[in-house]
């Protein structure tokens, strides 16, 4: 059975004392049957006994058996009154850590976000302050103490203090001054008695294993922020240790929601950063790619820098580096702890089938057409566009920026295998993708020097986040430039254009201006929206037209500067 906890109620009752008045309640009934039960052995061996059974009468037999029952009646009631006290016991442990935990903590948060209304009268806030200040005065710190005897308790109350100190420090700063209740002071003063307790136990025998999960570490890591500015050597090293032992229980992937415990324990302890790094290899050895992704987004440097490390001699393999795809896969920190899209997992399961029917053709797409995020594109059409580099055939080309924050282009693959399919035997697609203005303009002229001696671009799918006045970082200035401008000429004559870009389509915006700049039949959208549909046209001198749908129904085609109704 578990430990009573000597906790203390509101009426500053102790536990302990419930459960001796109880235990010694039960210590007279056993005292009581004790003495019954001598009374009769003393008279079953009494003489007077003995002659009675002389003449037959079996009284020694009797008191023998009466002797026995009250015997097995002791050993059954003592158990099961002692399962019972437990059992009471166990109940008012719990009553008591919600009325002087739970409770106390529900109330103060109610009261900081009440005190935020700014409709409140001056009377109504001094109650509430008046009403925090009696919360904090009487607070029990020592049930939190007391409830690190308990596994049971010390989740629950772990989960109390998760709970409330969740909200950022400004919350309870808010309403500090002289006059009032310093909150943050009571949240400090409550994450140090958590703190301390656990380095106690620490010291003393450890925690209890089943309790070191990443709920109870979570609340660690929001009690040690609040008291960040108190550096306690002692607490921090037993933190460390901590820290280490969470090592063989909690996996990567959760270990990276708790960045600052890593990083603390990963600057005290030489046995902590050998026991991560070789976590991290066997995660890379055995492919866990989700836990692999959320160490490389960690805000945790320790952790982030072994992560990528490792990753980045996995990719070694296929002649490309943790810095070529980096940006591309949003390999930094991430506000959600991890939690973001996996581009490790789905790239690196997409290279590995590429691999599989052309080695080396990773590197050669990356090198030559900048692709970093393979798993946006159908397989068949990235082996047919390495089969085909070095041939300068007719094409149009897929231009894809890296700059992707919500993941819009990964959903493209579906339009790009359905271009592939109804331009086959005619027209190449060529894939590339690009970072920044200069290197979208590059990469057109990359493939100008390529193939344009003999066929020029004939459409371009263009992807990049936009707005009415600029796609990606590209506007009505930037294509009135020398540069922008010379590109026309990378281009055959009337070419189209599709746009997948937010409102880029919008009447005056960058698609109209695009249509006249570049004598070009322009597709795209005027309000935010994804590609729907592409419908390829071949008329009867084989010149490619499109028919584009956006979703919403809200595409528009724009020609050589004019708003007019899509080719059939």
Same mark, same amino acid.
């Given at each position: 059975?578990?430990?009573?906890?000597?906790?203390?109620?509101?009426?500053?009752?102790?536990?302990?004392?419930?459960?001796?008045?109880? @235990?010694?309640?039960?210590?007279?009934? *056993?005292?009581?049957?004790?003495?019954? +039960?001598?009374?009769?052995?003393?008279?079953?061996?009494?003489?007077?006994?003995?002659?009675?059974?002389?003449?037959?009468?079996?009284?020694? /037999?009797?008191?023998?058996?009466?002797?026995?029952?009250?015997?097995?009646?002791?050993? @059954?009631?003592?158990?099961?009154?002692?399962?019972?006290?437990?059992?009471?016991?166990?109940?008012?442990?719990?009553?008591?850590?919600?009325?002087?935990?739970?409770?106390?903590?529900?109330?103060?948060?109610?009261?900081?976000?009440?005190?935020?209304?700014?409709?409140?009268?001056?009377?109504?806030?001094?109650?509430?302050?008046?009403?925090?200040?009696?919360?904090? /005065?009487?607070?029990?710190?020592?049930?939190?103490?007391?409830?690190?005897?308990?596994?049971?308790?010390?989740?629950?109350?772990?989960?109390?203090?998760?709970?409330?100190?969740?909200? $950022?420090?400004?919350?309870?700063?808010?309403?500090?001054?002289?006059?009032?209740?310093?909150?943050?002071?009571?949240? +400090?003063?409550?994450?140090?008695?958590?703190?301390?307790?656990?380095?106690?136990?620490?010291?003393?025998?450890?925690?209890?294993?089943?309790?070191?999960?990443?709920?109870?570490?979570?609340?660690?890591?929001?009690?040690?922020?609040?008291?960040?500015?108190?550096?306690?050597?002692?607490?921090?090293?037993?933190?460390?240790?901590?820290?280490? $032992?969470? *090592?063989?229980?909690? $996996?990567?992937?959760?270990?990276?929601?708790?960045?600052?415990?890593?990083?603390?324990?990963?600057? @005290?302890?030489?046995?902590?950063?050998?026991?991560?790094?070789?976590?991290?290899?066997?995660?890379?050895?055995?492919?866990?790619?989700?836990?692999?992704?959320?160490?490389?987004?960690?805000?945790?440097?320790?952790?982030?820098?072994?992560?990528?490390?490792?990753?980045?001699?996995?990719?070694?393999?296929?002649?490309?580096?943790?810095?070529?795809?980096?940006?591309?896969?949003?390999?930094?920190?991430?506000?959600?702890?991890?939690?973001?899209?996996?581009?490790?997992?789905?790239?690196?399961?997409?290279?590995?089938?590429?691999?599989?029917?052309?080695?080396?053709?990773?590197?050669?797409?990356?090198?030559?057409?900048?692709?970093?995020?393979?798993?946006?594109?159908?397989?068949?059409?990235?082996?047919?566009?390495?089969?085909?580099?070095?041939?300068?055939?007719?094409?149009?080309?897929?231009?894809? %920026?890296?700059?992707?924050?919500?993941?819009?282009?990964?959903?493209?693959?579906?339009?790009?295998?359905?271009?592939?399919?109804? %331009?086959?035997?005619?027209?190449?697609?060529?894939?590339?993708?690009?970072?920044?203005?200069?290197?979208?303009?590059?990469?057109?002229?990359?493939?100008? /020097? +390529?193939?344009?001696?003999?066929?020029?671009?004939?459409?371009?799918?263009?992807?990049?986040?936009?707005?009415?006045?600029?796609?990606?970082?590209?506007?009505?200035?930037?294509?009135?430039?020398?540069?922008?401008? +010379? %590109?026309?000429?990378?281009?055959?004559?009337?070419?189209?254009? *599709?746009?997948?870009?937010?409102? %880029?389509?919008? /009447?005056?915006? *960058?698609?109209?201006?695009?249509?006249?700049?570049?004598?070009?039949?322009?597709?795209?959208?005027?309000?935010?929206?994804?590609?729907?549909?592409?419908?390829?046209?071949? $008329?009867?001198?084989?010149?490619?037209?499109?028919?584009?749908?956006?979703?919403?129904?809200?595409?528009?085609?724009?020609?050589?500067?004019?708003?007019?109704?899509?080719?059939?």
């Amino acid at each position: 059975m578990e430990k009573i906890p000597n906790l203390i109620d509101n009426d500053n009752n102790r536990l302990k004392d419930v459960e001796s008045q109880k @235990r010694g309640e039960l210590l007279s009934t *056993i005292k009581e049957k004790r003495s019954q +039960r001598d009374d009769l052995l003393k008279e079953s061996s009494s003489l007077k006994t003995k002659i009675k059974d002389i003449f037959g009468s079996h009284k020694k /037999e009797s008191l023998e058996y009466e002797i026995r029952n009250i015997q097995d009646r002791l050993y @059954r009631d003592v158990n099961y009154k002692k399962e019972n006290i437990y059992k009471e016991l166990s109940n008012e442990s719990r009553e008591i850590i919600i009325e002087t935990i739970e409770k106390p903590l529900v109330d103060l948060k109610n009261i900081f976000y009440k005190l935020s209304d700014n409709t409140n009268t001056q009377e109504e806030n001094d109650l509430l302050k008046n009403n925090a200040q009696n919360i904090i /005065e009487n607070f029990k710190f020592q049930n939190i103490i007391e409830g690190f005897n308990n596994p049971t308790l010390l989740k629950k109350i772990n989960f109390y203090l998760d709970n409330f100190l969740e909200n $950022d420090n400004y919350v309870y700063d808010k309403y500090n001054s002289k006059d009032e209740i310093n909150f943050s002071s009571f949240s +400090r003063k409550l994450s140090k008695v958590f703190l301390s307790e656990i380095s106690n136990k620490i010291e003393n025998g450890g925690i209890y294993e089943h309790n070191i999960d990443i709920n109870f570490l979570k609340t660690v890591k929001r009690a040690q922020n609040f008291n960040s500015f108190n550096h306690d050597m002692q607490i921090e090293n037993n933190l460390s240790i901590l820290m280490n $032992d969470a *090592i063989s229980k909690i $996996d990567i992937f959760y270990l990276s929601q708790v960045p600052e415990l890593v990083d603390l324990a990963a600057n @005290r302890s030489v046995e902590f950063r050998e026991n991560l790094n070789n976590k991290i290899s066997s995660n890379l050895i055995a492919e866990k790619w989700s836990d692999i992704n959320s160490a490389c987004k960690s805000s945790s440097k320790y952790l982030s820098e072994v992560a990528l490390e490792g990753l980045d001699n996995y990719l070694n393999v296929y002649g490309i580096s943790v810095g070529d795809v980096k940006f591309a896969w949003e390999l930094f920190p991430q506000k959600s702890d991890g939690y973001k899209f996996n581009n490790i997992e789905v790239n690196i399961l997409k290279m590995k089938e590429l691999e599989t029917s052309r080695p080396g053709i990773v590197k050669s797409l990356f090198s030559e057409f900048g692709i970093k995020e393979f798993h946006r594109y159908p397989t068949n059409v990235l082996i047919k566009q390495f089969d085909t580099k070095d041939q300068d055939l007719p094409y149009g080309i897929v231009l894809f %920026t890296n700059d992707d924050h919500n993941d819009a282009f990964d959903l493209d693959r579906e339009i790009i295998e359905s271009m592939s399919k109804q %331009t086959e035997n005619k027209l190449l697609i060529r894939i590339s993708e690009f970072q920044s203005r200069f290197s979208f303009l590059k990469n057109l002229a990359s493939f100008n /020097e +390529r193939y344009g001696k003999k066929n020029k671009i004939e459409y371009l799918l263009w992807g990049a986040h936009g707005w009415q006045a600029a796609i990606g970082n590209i506007g009505n200035l930037q294509l009135n430039g020398k540069g922008a401008k +010379r %590109t026309k000429d990378f281009f055959i004559d009337k070419p189209e254009i *599709i746009l997948a870009s937010c409102s %880029t389509g919008a /009447e005056g915006a *960058i698609a109209q201006k695009m249509s006249e700049i570049y004598n070009a039949t322009v597709h795209a959208p005027s309000i935010p929206s994804n590609l729907e549909k592409v419908l390829v046209n071949f $008329d009867s001198q084989n010149k490619l037209h499109f028919n584009v749908e956006f979703q919403r129904n809200c595409g528009n085609t724009y020609s050589f500067g004019n708003k007019t109704d899509q080719q059939a």
